[in-house]
């Protein structure tokens, strides 16, 4: 009922930067908090950075002071700028989105994009 595609991924060497998009679309009311998440070969799946419908966010602090989470809610679509990249922030980055549906009722889904792979090399 609700996709997520996520565009923007690629390969940086170390210190350069990457704009993440992910956009919502299907049978959607609202979007309660949208969010980025990564995952490294070997490791669980973390939070990176999200956003509240009304503009508030939070941060990884292992990316505070260089990633910016933003979102414009007319287009349904969350961004992540990514900046003073480092091999550590090698992962697929997964959007997702908290959903009320357009079909009626209160509660709330997630969604997840497919992923986008950012590699940083040294």
């Known amino acids: 009922q609700v996709q997520l595609v996520e565009s923007g991924g690629g390969w940086v060497q170390a210190g350069g930067s990457l704009r993440l998009s992910c956009a919502a679309s299907g049978s959607i009311f609202k979007i309660n908090a949208m969010g980025w998440h990564r995952q490294a070969p070997g490791k669980q799946r973390e939070l990176v950075a999200a956003i509240t419908s009304g503009g508030s966010t939070n941060y990884a602090d292992s990316v505070k002071g260089r990633f910016t989470i933003s979102r414009d809610n007319a287009k349904n679509t969350v961004y992540l700028q990514m900046n003073s990249l480092n091999p550590e922030d090698t992962a697929v980055y997964y959007c997702?989105?908290?959903?009320?549906?357009?079909?009626?009722?209160?509660?709330?889904?997630?969604?997840w994009g497919q992923g986008t792979q950012v590699t940083v090399s040294s």
């Open positions: 997702n989105a908290d959903v009320i549906l357009g079909t009626g009722g209160l509660r709330v889904y997630r969604y």
